[in-house]
Each structure stands twice: as structure tokens, then as C-alpha cells.
């Protein structure tokens, strides 16, 4: 039997590759290759949370971030995250879909793989808003067993 986070990969993966396909078609594809910088605020089931992370990329990225702040998670917050996906953006707004890798499972996130899906706006060229939420898909039926409070996050960045 395939162990659940390869299933959760595999499934993250399928569908990136389903969904960036018709994204030329949208005209959604105006993502420029860029450096961006952020610290973000848990807002949900983790209230206080704080993530340093940075994500380097054009519609294809990379990203990694850690934690920086753990208040009211029990038992302690992961230490790191890595990962990549996809961000569509046309004018200032932008989406994202991706998988990320932390380091170490909690009540939020359950597991070690993790969906990652994002939404922004770019208040200038150099400074963006952003809600991120990392979960690993319970509600998609994969790994019914694990917790899954999952992660919230309101990120203010700096794009370079």
C-alpha cells in the first residue's frame, strides 16, 4: 500500500499540472520572475502563529519559510516548510497552488505534505498582501485519520 504523503503528492502534482495547463488561455499568466519576502500572522485556529518565508520564482517557485512565533499551538509549532507550485497573476492579483514539505506534524497540519494555496495583491510594485493556508486534504478524503486544523496565514512582503 502507497503511503499517504506519496498519494498526497501525486495528487497535489496532477492536479498543478491540470490547472496550469489552461492558464495561457485565462491570460492569467503575467507573473514575472521575482524575489518575495514575507512575514505572516496565523489568523484561525492558531491566533498569534508567525511564519518568516520567501518564495523565488516567476510561475513556477520555490518557496520555504519558518517559524518564527509559536503562541497557542499545541504541541509546538514545526520549525521549517519547503516547497514549490504555481502562481497565476494578472494585474495585481495573484493565486497559487502548490504543495510544501514541514518538518515536523501537529494538530494544525497533521501531516508532513501539505496543500498550499494562496491568493494576493500587490498594493505597489514592491509591497503585497497575501492569505496562504496550508492543509493536507482531509476534507478531500486523503489521510482521514490526521488531525488537520491546518494553517491561516495573513502575509504582509516585500517583493525584490
Not at 489552461?22 to 492558531?46: H, I, N
Not at 498569534?48 to 503562541?71: E, I, L, P, Q, T
Not at 497575501?130 to 482521514?144: A, F, M, P, T, V
Amino acid at each position: 500500500m502507497t503511503p499517504p504523503h506519496f498519494r498526497i503528492a501525486r495528487f497535489a502534482l496532477a492536479s498543478l499540472l491540470l490547472v496550469a495547463g489552461p492558464a495561457r488561455a485565462w491570460e492569467w499568466d503575467e507573473t514575472k520572475p521575482s524575489l518575495r519576502l514575507a512575514l505572516g500572522l496565523d489568523v484561525f485556529r492558531a491566533a498569534g502563529a508567525m511564519v518568516a518565508s520567501a518564495r523565488y520564482g516567476a510561475g513556477w517557485n520555490a518557496k520555504a519559510g519558518a517559524w518564527v512565533r509559536d503562541v497557542h499551538v499545541q504541541p509546538e509549532a514545526p520549525n521549517y516548510y519547503l516547497g514549490g507550485g504555481y502562481v497565476w497573476t494578472k494585474a495585481k492579483w495573484r493565486l497559487g497552488a502548490g504543495v510544501i514539505w514541514i518538518d515536523d506534524v501537529n494538530d494544525m497540519n497533521g501531516t508532513r505534505w501539505n496543500f498550499d494555496v494562496s491568493i494576493g495583491y500587490d498594493l505597489s510594485d514592491k509591497l503585497f498582501f497575501e492569505y496562504e493556508h496550508y492543509s493536507h486534504g482531509s476534507l478531500l478524503g486523503i489521510d482521514k485519520g490526521a488531525s488537520n486544523g491546518s494553517w491561516n496565514l495573513m502575509n504582509v512582503g516585500l517583493t525584490f
